[in-house]
């Protein structure tokens, strides 16, 4: 899909440490999560840039900017993003769970203030690797780990299961996944191969 296209650099960011997880679009900002390391102790930082010439307020900004970030709090692996217009919030598929309770679970991230709002629990059976919203159905699909299979879930709005897609996902040529998206008919998601 990419091949011929031409890319231009509109912005470059020193990170903190850490490595850049996830991202995903709201309608002011690109939203990312950079995660300093796997430890409960150690807080992760989530920044927000700009996406248009002008701020909430309309004053003129640098497209692509940041516009704010915030280092208050660890969102375990934080390995997936995504935003829905109708709740106006993100949810966060955290990948791994350094903090016990927090298996199976999702983050939910208010969009403006960048901060954790709460929790919710999907399953204890296994963790959740990604997560993507499908805006015209109203559900969110996701990738569960190793120990769901590495199998993709529809969840309803309220985040209950309704529908099993895939399960044993072939990791070939990778050993874990990072993210998915919704295109189409289609889930893209990306392979990890480690080392």
């Known amino acids: 899909a990419f091949d011929g296209m031409e890319w231009e650099l509109v912005h470059e960011e020193t990170i903190h440490g850490g ?31 700009y996406r248009y010439d002008r701020d909430e307020q309309g004053k003129p900004v640098k497209p692509y900017s940041l516009a704010k970030r915030i280092q208050n709090r660890e969102w375990e692996h934080g390995n997936s993003l995504t935003y829905n217009p109708k709740t106006e919030e ?5 990948y791994t769970n350094t903090i016990e309770e927090n298996r199976g679970c999702i983050y939910v991230m208010d969009p403006e203030t960048l901060e954790y709002k709460r929790t919710i629990k ?16 109203d559900q969110y699909v996701i990738q569960t780990n190793v120990d769901g299979g590495y199998s993709f879930k529809i969840l309803d709005s309220n985040f209950q299961v309704i529908d099993d897609l895939i399960t044993d996902v072939d990791t070939y040529p990778g ?12 889930i893209i998601t990306f392979p990890l191969t480690l080392n």
Request: net charge negative; glycine share 4%; charged share 20%.
């Open 19 to 49: 490595v850049v997880q996830s991202m995903c679009v709201t309608p002011e900002y690109i939203i990312c999560i950079e995660n300093i390391e796997d430890n409960p102790n150690v807080n992760d930082v989530v920044s927000a840039y």
């Open 90 to 94: 993100i949810y966060v598929g955290l």
């Open 175 to 186: 050993t874990n996944y990072q993210d998915c998206m919704i295109s189409g008919d289609y």
């Open 122 to 137: 999907v399953s204890d059976d296994y963790n959740i690797l990604s997560i993507e919203y499908i805006e015209d159905k």
